[in-house]
């Protein structure tokens, strides 16, 4: 294990890794800030099913999420679906904390969670994209708020849809696309 302060300095690189850096932005997010939003949303998902105890694990492992990305920056996810990925995720988690492995709950269960509250992180950016005129985030947040519809999640469904998202607006739009 690397010391503290070194997986620190290295984890800082964070806040100047840009997210979404394949696409046009109006303003720009770093993995950091996204990170903190992660955490934020996993933290009242989990709250909402009363899971309280779980809650703070969840947070911290929404911090360390995208740690790998430090070192290799922001990726598409096409990118990181592949099993060549994976390999260099544990090459850059290893660089950052010397083992590979960080001491963080890492379950299936926490990763779902993680995984949902990135799609809501993601499609809040979309939207916000879209808001400021960025049609360019229009097929992001389309896709997002179907992909987030569809973790079939009652306190997920309940928060995108006081969020003033609909999942009609997700399959109406993926109607429209003809590439899909």
């Given at each position: 294990m690397r010391p503290v302060g070194q997986q620190i300095r290295k984890l800082?690189?964070?806040s100047h890794t840009w997210r979404f850096n394949y696409h046009p932005r109006i303003r720009q997010e770093s993995v950091a800030e996204h990170s903190y939003w992660v955490a934020l949303i996993v933290s009242y998902l989990m709250i909402s099913k009363g899971k309280l105890g779980e809650a703070?694990?969840?947070?911290a492992a929404a911090l360390f999420h995208d740690a790998e990305e430090a070192v290799t920056g922001d990726l598409p996810s096409p990118v990181k679906r592949g099993r060549a990925w994976k390999d260099v995720e544990e090459a850059a988690l290893d660089e950052i904390v010397g083992d590979g492995a960080m001491v963080i709950n890492r379950s299936a269960e926490s990763h779902k969670f993680i995984k949902m509250a990135d799609?809501?992180?993601?499609?809040?950016?979309a939207d916000e994209e879209v808001k400021m005129g960025n049609t360019m985030f229009a097929q992001i947040r389309g896709e997002?708020?179907?992909v987030a519809y569809g973790y079939m999640d009652m306190e997920l469904s309940q928060m995108l849809d006081e969020m003033g998202f609909h999942i009609e607006e997700g399959r109406e739009f993926i109607k429209?696309?003809?590439h899909l």
């Open positions: 800082r690189g964070l703070a694990a969840y947070a799609t809501v992180s993601a499609l809040l950016v997002l708020i179907k429209e696309m003809s």
